[in-house]
């Protein structure tokens, strides 16, 4: 084979390598969560479970019976996921920090988030309590703490979302960004010893198989009426 034959096949082999490369580098990018998307799934987690409050506390209301034994367990994933991994080791360790230091906006958040912390950690303390036996004494004292926390948070990791957490990733930066990311990932694994967010996806999707609340459709809006 000549050498002009040879240098043909070797650019024509260039393309296909460049390809290969990109569709690599596709893949891992894919694969790798940024710090601030880590923290979102994280509440979407929560916001499930905030959810079933919800949903539990509406049946409380209206006089049914609610597995006592799902709640609390919950309540004690929302504590160890949201409350002692998510709030106390990310938000309260690094995240508050930082914006306090850059000032701004997002600073100015930090106080009512943190006071928002404690209140929470004092219901997931009461429903801990309340949902401890077989039956909860008081279901109407149940459902108030429980719509009240969905208030609550509900109202708070909106704001995280779409205020605070920006301005985070705005005072830190491209390089600090990576650099928390990987830090947060390894908090995760030491906490939970693996990946803790998959882990706490399948502990709130058999909390809400236990308690009905598995299939979406059944939240589907009704159609609106005539206006």
Not at 14 to 29: N, T, W
Not at 175 to 181: I, P, Q, V, W
Request: charged content about 25%; glycine content about 10%; proline content about 3%.
């Amino acid at each position: 084979m000549s050498i002009l034959e040879n240098r043909r096949k070797a650019l024509a082999a260039v393309p296909l390598l460049v390809m290969a490369g990109g569709i690599a580098a596709c893949s891992k990018s894919e694969e790798e969560v940024g710090a601030t998307e880590d923290l979102m799934r994280e509440h979407g987690v929560l916001r499930r479970a905030i959810l079933v409050f919800r949903e539990s506390a509406t049946r409380l209301r209206q006089g049914h019976q609610v597995d006592a034994r799902a709640l609390h367990q919950t309540a004690a994933l929302f504590r160890r996921f949201g409350e002692d991994y998510h709030e106390r080791r990310l938000e309260e360790a690094y995240i508050f920090p930082a914006l306090r230091r850059a000032g701004g906006p997002g600073a100015a958040y930090v106080d009512t988030l943190i006071a928002q912390h404690n209140r929470g950690r004092e219901i997931i303390n009461y429903l801990l309590g309340a949902t401890g036996s077989a039956q909860i004494a008081d279901a109407t004292a149940a459902a108030n703490a429980l719509d009240g926390l969905e208030r609550m948070y509900a109202n708070h990791a909106a704001r995280e979302d779409t205020i605070v957490f920006p301005a985070w990733k705005k005072a830190i930066g491209a390089d600090g960004l990576d650099e928390m990311g990987e830090k947060f990932e390894d908090i995760e694994k030491q906490q939970f010893g693996g990946d803790g967010f998959d882990m706490a996806v399948k502990q709130i999707g058999d909390i809400e198989s236990t308690l009905g609340f598995a299939d979406l459709a059944q939240f589907t809006a009704a159609p609106p009426g005539s206006p």
